[in-house]
């Protein structure tokens, strides 16, 4: 056998795929091989697993000598767990090679994974360059999204495509930022799921590291995970007694005003620790289950910022990012979910309606206050009717409701479809003498689409975008698309006639009852040049308590499933809820539009086109000036101008 020419390839080969798994762990190889780059890391050079030594076990989890199958990880953000799911995609490749799966919320996001990450991760280790083949034109392979090497593959890609999840068996699966995946992936189902199906096959030797910051209660996928876990806490030593516990943030105390004075109070003999003790007490620190797993093949970790290494954050900015955000539960939110690594608890409580009706504002009826600055509006088809609310928009989304507008007959009526294109043509009067148009109208296609797909085709989808509404929460991008449907014109159907966006109403619903929500300034603290808080909802003496019996018609509550876990889900507190969807159907309009990611520029070059901007000359914003072009500045530069808003 010895004797024939290419042989001792074959034996070389078939040795290699005899070999076992090696007994180097997945933290040792990482300190070993790994070498981060300038261009994806803020301390370039080689990793040491002693910069963040709660990781070790976690990685060392994701080595194949370890028992567990699945290894979750709920945690704060930039703790080090991208990192150490890279290094154990660089272990995969060269020490136990295998099919891997890669996943993250989107596919956009995966490509610039696969360029900001796991390129340098190749790039920079000799031992992975020479396994990974080079990226060649013609070479299907090896692409952006998929990096063969001898004995597996890579392959990455999005949540939301459920081609991607489905492309290949995997041994390994790397699922990160769950928390921002799609409840389903191109409605085939839970990406999670669908991912995890990929692996089955390899039974006890399949590794699953789920990892996330997370969200919101009862509807955070990483939580849900965690719970059902072994729930593992880094307990680490005190410098003055030696006492093991856990970090808590009720336990970090500082002088109000003064977050540079932050100290951790021992839980046991509650002496001050300095920030500086903190590197000795994580290089003592070990992970302790604190519950018992529903699975023992499953392990769970929890990790807040509070043991972020020296030089990374710090207690103190924690303590001011706390101070930072009060007032505010946006804010809060977002420290809870990524300071602590903890979920939010969506209230979804309704406002009262009497309360509203209380704080209701006189203005000029039909006319645009002065913050205003584009107008959006929600459409909310009925059977014999079209419900049409007109919103006015400002900075930091704070609203105006400036109209109300019933449409008279179903999606049956041409006369119906009439009025309402003519809406679009409509302008209204602003304090400050410019007129506005509606900038976006976003309907709702949950009752006779095609009707709506083809009048919006007619009109044009620059100013009209049919939505469909999803429940669910997406805070990192409450808007999707669009997307293409099939369209009608003329009796004759049109492929890919439409564009349609879908809205993760959840979200909408519950910003919308916080705003309301929201305390407001006293008229004396006004006359004192106090501002309405962020999102302020505004509400014109003219709208009737039927309009606000609507808006606050629906509740958040938990249910349980059939599998006993937490679920947040709207219910209606009465029949009629038109207001509260035209609202939400508005808000997704001025997400369309791209308020949600204006810069402060964008926001004055609005400011100026409408009069509205205090200038040098005129720091009080006095001297009216409609139509005049900001100096130095292009009229194609202008928003509102550009896209025919005024």
Known sequence: M???????????????????DPDLTVSEWADRHRMLASRASAEPGRYRTMRTPYMREIMDRLSPGDAAQRIVFMKAAQVGATEAGNNWIGFAIHQAPGPMLAVQPTVELAKRNSRQRIDPLIDESPELRERVKPARSRDAGNTMLSK???????????ANSAVGLRSTPARYIFLDEVDAYPASADEEGDPVTLAEARSLTFAHRRKVFLVSTPTIRGLSRIEREFEASDQRRYFVPCPHCGAMQW????????????????????ESCDQPIAEHHKTAMLDGGEWRATATAADPTTVGYHLSALYSPVGWLSWSRIARSWEAAQGSDEAIKAFRNTILGETWIETGEAPDWQRLYDRREAWQPGTVPAGGLFLTAG???QKDRIEVDVWAWGRG??????????????????????QLTALLDRSWPHENGAHLRIA???IDTGYEAPAIYAWSRKVGFAQVAPVKGLEGFNRSSPVSGPTFVDATEGGKRLRRGARLWTVAVSTFKAETYRFLRLERPTAEERAEGAAFPPGTIHLPTWVESEWLKQVVAEQLVTVRT???FAKLEWQKLRERNEALDC????????????????????WRDLEDQLGAAPTDSDPAGQIHRPGQVPQGKRRSDWIGRREGWF
Request: net charge neutral; proline share 3%; glycine share 10%.
């Open 379 to 381: 459409a909310d088809v």
């Open 247 to 266: 970090l808590k943030f009720d336990r970090l105390r500082w002088q109000k005003g003064k977050p540079e004075t932050a100290e951790y109070l021992c």
């Open 148 to 158: 063969e090497f001898a004995g597996g593959i890579l392959i990455m890609t999005g």
């Open 583 to 602: 609202r939400v159907y508005a808000r997704a309009a001025a997400w369309i539009a791209g308020a949600d990611r204006w810069t402060q520029e964008k």
């Open 562 to 564: 059939k599998r006993g």
């Open 440 to 442: 976006r109208l976003a």
């Open 397 to 418: 989304l704070e609203s105006w409701l400036v109209d109300h507008v019933r449409v008279e007959g179903g999606p049956d009526r041409h006369d119906a479809w009439d």
């Open 2 to 20: 010895r004797d024939f020419e290419g042989a001792a390839e074959i034996l070389r080969a078939w040795g290699n795929g005899i070999r076992p």
